[in-house]
């Protein structure tokens, strides 16, 4: 199996794997409250966490693809994530995205998403992709909507209730 740790270009991202040189701005994302807020995980404890994450992050062997960082060309910092994550449970693959709050409102999850998807859809040759969403996430959910994706129901996730979007009807 192919592993895609490198993923596409825009105008402004690199989208790539974590390394362990990305731990510190990987901690500040998942332990930022205003970030956190929005997604219904509990925050990184520590640095050392941020690491173990990074180095245990099972999707590139398993399924060979996966969320990738999301430097900024113009200052080579991770801002955020961005990628795709099989999930077995609900046999789906799941678009999901997280910026720093500085970096909202400036189209990044947008333009990460774009090509998220079409990397999904050209390369990995993918059917069908979703991407859940917490119902008072309007900020994504716009996001949602302005990369094509459709709310088709609501779904329990991990006890949470999600709206699920599809680029596709299920089947």
Request: with cysteine.
């Amino acid at each position: 199996m192919v592993e895609h740790r490198q993923g596409p270009e825009t105008a402004r991202l690199r989208l790539r794997a974590l390394t362990r040189e990305d731990a510190e701005d990987f901690y500040a994302l998942n332990s930022h409250p205003q970030v956190l807020r929005h997604t219904g995980e509990p925050p990184l404890e520590s640095l050392e966490a941020a690491r173990i994450a990074i180095e245990t992050y099972p999707d590139w062997a398993r399924y060979g693809f996966g969320r990738w960082a999301c430097e900024l060309k113009e200052t080579q910092r991770v801002i955020g994530f961005c990628g795709l994550k099989r999930l077995p449970e609900l046999n789906e693959v799941d678009l999901g995205f997280r910026f720093l709050p500085e970096h909202w409102g400036k189209g990044l999850a947008t333009e990460a998403s774009l090509a998220t998807l079409k990397f999904g859809r050209e390369v990995l040759q993918l059917e069908r992709i979703i991407a859940l969403v917490l119902p008072q996430n309007t900020a994504s959910v716009r996001v949602l909507e302005k990369v094509g994706l459709h709310f088709e129901r609501e779904v329990e996730y991990f006890d949470e209730p999600c709206h699920l979007w599809a680029d596709q009807p299920q089947r």
